[in-house]
């Protein structure tokens, strides 16, 4: 791959911004997107969010073109869309004159009367998977039936992926944890300058608590190699983990932050950033979500049926409920809750 001293100071810059928490879908920061369509040469950029590994649509929206051409695919054209059957099980970027060739795709409904329609030719796609059944669909055109897709745009998003990812964690982040004040660090977290221990937030303090010494030194590892390798897409005991660039410490070195944001709703590792619940807190409570009786749950995690008894009392106080059949109610709603602050972002 072959780039321009120019492209390379854009790379390092659009990187360096999606590495900043935004509330915001990717494509609707504009000025990001400016700078990732001039990197590949395109003008139009499609941006969709699956869950349940692609079965279920979470969110599109698009850049470089009106709303309408959203409106248009979902209600008419996206039963005759030849390209999407093509990119499933599909996980790295791919030209789609590598899926269908040209002329092909221009005797197709679809492109005469949709693609054309909106000026777009279509140019590369790609497919990232997170955990838990999340998948980032992205899709790049252009309006220049001359311009050839290939190598280079392949490479350049090859080295996103981790980013665009970190990117789509950090949002999570941003929309889960906000509140009228702004943003708020409401999950575990650890700010990261060179030479200096990783500082823990108040919620990482309970978390770290709850943890042998070999599974702290675990976590500081993976802290550390962050620091050196921000292109990382890292997890951990049920965390994803995401970077915030953070600015320049007092002896002008780079700083970060890295949160810790659970990927599984009712997970052990969910219901302690959710509930301020300790290690065994959250796997006690995760048992009982699924049902399990306390003698069962004590011979799981061999500990002593009064010890569960005592974490299931500590449960019930932090999810200020009476009782562990409304455990479940207050999963759902806090659930509930936590997606309805990402929709109405």
């Not at 990187?15 to 590949?40: F, N, Q, W, Y």
């Not at 897409?233 to 410490?249: M, P, S, T, Y």
Request: glycine fraction near 6%.
């Amino acid at each position: 791959m072959r780039l321009t001293t120019s492209d390379l100071h854009l790379l390092v810059d659009f990187v360096g911004e999606l590495h900043a928490p935004s509330i915001h879908d990717l494509v609707e920061r504009l000025d990001t997107m400016r700078k990732l369509g001039r990197l590949l040469h395109v003008d139009i950029i499609g941006h969709t969010v699956w869950s349940d590994h692609g079965r279920r649509l979470e969110h599109a929206n698009r850049w470089g073109r009106e709303e309408r051409m959203d409106i248009e695919y979902k209600e008419q054209f996206q039963a005759v869309d030849p390209i999407s059957p093509l990119l499933r099980g599909r996980p790295d970027p791919i030209p789609i004159t590598a899926l269908i060739d040209h002329k092909t795709l221009r005797r197709t409904r679809y492109f005469a009367d949709f693609l054309m329609a909106h000026k777009v030719y279509p140019g590369v796609n790609m497919y990232l998977e997170d955990a838990n059944g999340v998948m980032l669909d992205y899709r790049f055109g252009t309006s220049d039936p001359k311009k050839r897709f290939g190598s280079r745009e392949v490479s350049i998003l090859n080295l996103l992926r981790s980013h665009l990812i970190n990117a789509h964690r950090l949002r999570q982040v941003a929309c889960a944890h906000r509140d009228e004040a702004g943003l708020k660090a409401n999950c575990p977290s650890f700010t990261l300058e060179a030479l200096k221990a990783p500082r823990p937030n108040r919620k990482a303090r309970m978390l770290l608590a709850g943890f042998e010494r070999d599974e702290r030194h675990t976590l500081y590892r993976m802290l550390s190699l962050l620091l050196h390798d921000s292109s990382s897409a890292l997890q951990w005991n049920g965390f994803n983990l995401c970077l915030e660039h953070a600015g320049r410490a007092g002896n002008s070195k780079p700083a970060y932050v890295v949160h810790m944001l659970a990927h599984t709703i009712g997970s052990g590792a969910w219901l302690q950033q959710q509930f301020d619940l300790t290690l065994r807190e959250g796997q006690v409570c995760h048992l009982l979500l699924k049902g399990t009786a306390d003698k069962q749950i004590a011979d799981m995690l061999n500990i002593s049926y009064w010890t569960v008894r005592t974490h299931v009392g500590r449960v019930l106080e932090k999810l200020a409920i009476d009782s562990r059949s409304a455990i479940g109610l207050a999963v759902l709603n806090a659930s509930h809750k936590a997606s309805h602050k990402t929709s109405v972002e």
